[in-house]
């Protein structure tokens, strides 16, 4: 038998790895260009190539004089593609971090169903073997009840809402 907990540790590599594998080009191109841009390497390359731009065109030589159009103009299509690059990434680990949170969901509430399940069967076997202690707490009343999810999304709401 192979124990559970490394199952599911196989299982969450398995979903990672196809994730990582149906990767579009432009979603590989675009991690690599943030990885890039958010590297030590890249802001020295960018702080050296600053003072060069700067030394090359002081004191009103050059082909890029004060106030530095051109480098402005560099810069800021740098700045806008960049953060084009930026968002998109985020936008896939977005996307990435729903799926995840949906699974979350789906499986706590496959184990809420289970365990209202066991609960059941629980009582049923108590009951007939006559060892059945009569259930007087309300919490344990409402563990043997189906949870209506619409119903406390709702009731969170509510809660959320009268917090703010």
Not at 34 to 56: E, K, Q, V, Y
């Amino acid at each position: 038998m192979t124990d559970p907990a490394l199952q599911n540790v196989r299982a969450i590599a398995d979903l990672e790895r196809r994730a990582f594998q149906q990767r579009s080009r432009l979603q590989r191109f675009t991690e690599r260009v943030t990885d890039f841009a958010g590297s030590g390497p890249f802001m020295l390359a960018h702080a050296l190539w600053f003072i060069a731009w700067l030394l090359m065109n002081r004191g009103g030589q050059g082909f890029d004089p004060y106030p530095f159009n051109l480098l402005t103009l560099i810069v800021s299509l740098e700045a806008i593609f960049l953060t084009s690059f930026v968002l998109m990434t985020q936008n896939s680990m977005t996307r990435q971090a729903d799926r995840r949170a949906h699974l979350d969901l789906q499986v706590n509430l496959l184990a809420e169903q289970e365990l209202t399940t066991i609960l059941h069967m629980l009582n049923a076997l108590c009951q007939k073997f006559g060892t059945c202690v009569k259930v007087s707490d309300a919490r344990v009343e409402q563990l043997l009840k189906e949870t209506d999810i619409v119903e406390l999304a709702v009731t969170l709401d509510k809660e959320l809402k009268a917090d703010s």
